[in-house]
């Protein structure tokens, strides 16, 4: 697909505050564009930004954690086509995040641009509501990546010690040390943060392919037949399609994040350009690792039974094939390392995000998340709050492991939502002519268009299986609580708007044409 820069009339550059300007000016505009003072620090350039958004997804280290999720439904082959399928279906929803960052670029991603999108008569309440869900889907996020570190550190307990029986407790006070270390480094060290994102970058390349070496060397290897032909329906659902569409919430939950770089566009050199290609950088990039690394790992796995008997079954699928337990506790401590910085990642766009919506009154004390710390000009506030509600939602882990399991379908949930809402509207302003004039980055008017319409496909698509339980019959515990969590997440921003809806501020108009 050929990329275009848009050669815009004097008219819409004047409309779009456009006009070419000095690199030092255009980091000093950008958000009075949108209307807000620039208080954050710009401290990140491509490379860095790359790191980041590759960073948040971790998506060859996430497609590990949820293996059993694609082998219950779907088994090999289904894995295979649904990461595939979930891999072109996110390239296409970012496509057309990078245009919206490039017409837009602010913290507020998308519900500052459904804002800007929407009727007038509906721009308030659609502009909230999308901020609502959004928000709490980055912080069903950054709990969920919590989660995951405690169900590690306690799968390799386990391994090395026989005797060690798992927790929840403790896989909560896990949860919050994880996430109290996001916090520090996001607040005492924010400074090291593009440096660590790239560093990072570096160790997610090169922890692929030792991972990825070993398995092929030293794992068995199963036939073609064994991979490409086997279609497992282990969930009980008569129709095998139906069981691989629930099976896709493993491959979208690896590629969840990606936004990540639109909250951060307001620390950003060039948000215009440089938000856009990082998007679609990492997308290509972490794609490709986790095909190759669901591809060898599908290969190279041993018996999947055993494994998915197993309490932690992508331990046991890489004890099969690398058949050595030191290695499977060294390479299991690299992917630790990469999701504790994940979290950190998490935190830092979460807090924007956060902070963006209370800047704009969109929540309860908003005059004080909203805030910047005065000699950091950190949002400390909204990183203080996310960690607090992280550590709330981890208590449910306490009561109920399987109802925790439920915020990974809420992620799904909030963040498709706010993705419908933003990308249906640009596409109701293209059919109906109103759409506004696209930013330097841009994939051309009707392909742009065609990207629009195929992204609301697999957004929908997404959504609705999102909510179905991964095994049937359905008890209390099968039961997939994410329809309950987002119903409330619904309910509750209702209220929220009808008693302080009035307060709101909508984000500052750039182009509106109603």
Partial sequence: MAFETYEMSSAERKVNYLADESEANDQRITAAEMGYEQQLEK????????????????????MLFVYQYGMISGGPLGSIIGYIFCWVGYTLVALCLGELNSIYPTAGGQYHWTCELAPTRWRRPLSYMTGWVLVLGWQADLAS????????????????????????????????A????????????????????????????????????????????????????????????????????????????????????????????????????????????????????????????????????????????????????????????????????????????TSRTTYAFARDNGLPFSNYIGHLHERTKLPLWALGLSVVITMLLGLINIGSSTAFNAVISLVVATYYTSYFNAIGLLTWRKLNGTAPAPGPWTIGKLPSLIVNIAALVYIVIVFIFSFFPLIIPVDLTTMNWAVVLYSGVIVLGILLYLVRGKHFVEPKPIYRKD
């Avoid at 930004?49 to 280290?61: A, H, K, L």
């Avoid at 994040?257 to 909250?263: E, F, L, S, V, W």
């Avoid at 566009?265 to 679609?280: D, F, M, N, Q």
């Fill in 43 to 62: 401290k990140f350039g491509l490379v860095s930004m790359i790191g980041f958004s590759c960073t948040i997804m971790i998506t060859w280290e996430a």
């Fill in 145 to 176: 990546a919590a989660y995951l570190g405690g169900v590690l550190i306690q799968g390799l307990a386990s391994l090395n010690y026989p005797g060690y029986v798992a927790e929840r407790w403790q896989g909560t006070l896990i949860l919050y």
């Fill in 178 to 349: 994880v996430v109290v270390f996001a916090f520090f480094f996001n607040s005492a060290l924010a400074r090291l943060l593009p440096f660590a994102e790239g560093t990072i970058l570096a160790i997610h390349v090169l922890g692929w392919f030792a991972i990825i070496i070993s398995i092929i060397v030293v794992g068995p290897h199963h036939s073609n037949e064994e991979v490409w032909g086997l279609f497992l329906n282990l969930g009980g659902y008569e129709q095998s399609g139906v069981s691989f569409f629930v099976g896709l919430i493993g491959p979208v939950f690896a590629f969840m994040g990606a936004d990540g770089a639109t909250h951060m566009s307001e620390e950003v050199s060039k948000p215009r350009t440089t938000v856009p290609w990082a998007l679609i950088t990492s997308i290509t990039l972490n794609g490709s690792l986790g095909f190759g690394m669901i591809v060898a790992l599908l290969y190279c796995q041993g018996d999947i039974m055993q494994n998915l008997d197993s309490g932690f079954p992508f331990l046991e699928a890489l004890l099969q094939s690398l058949r050595s337990l030191p290695w499977v506790t060294a390479y299991a401590s690299l992917l630790l390392v990469l999701l504790i910085f994940a979290n950190i990642a998490v935190l830092a766009a």
